[in-house]
C-alpha cells in the first residue's frame, strides 16, 4: 500500500510539473500576442515581461511593461 501511495505522489509531482513550465519560446509568443493589444492603448516602450508561478495547482500572472505615452481613444455608447 505505501508503494502505490508513493508511486502515485511522484506521478502526480511530475505532472504538476509538466503543466507549470512554459518554454522560452511559449512565452516569447504569448508576450507578443499582448504587446500587440497593449500597443493598440499605450506606446510600449520594448516587449512586456510577465512572471508566471504555480502554487497548489493554481497560477500567477504578473505582466509589466513601460510605455512612452497612452493613446487616445474614444468610448462609444448606445
Do not use: H, W
Request: aromatic share 10%; with cysteine; hydrophobic share 35%.
Amino acid at each position: 500500500m505505501r508503494t502505490d501511495r508513493r508511486e502515485f505522489t511522484r506521478v502526480n509531482n511530475v505532472l504538476q510539473s509538466d503543466k507549470s513550465v512554459m518554454s522560452d519560446a511559449c512565452k516569447a509568443l504569448v508576450l507578443q500576442d499582448f504587446a500587440e493589444k497593449f500597443n493598440e492603448y499605450f506606446d510600449l516602450i520594448g516587449l512586456p515581461r510577465m512572471e508566471l508561478t504555480c502554487q497548489n495547482g493554481t497560477y500567477t500572472v504578473k505582466l509589466s511593461f513601460q510605455a512612452e505615452r497612452i493613446k487616445k481613444f474614444n468610448v462609444l455608447t448606445r
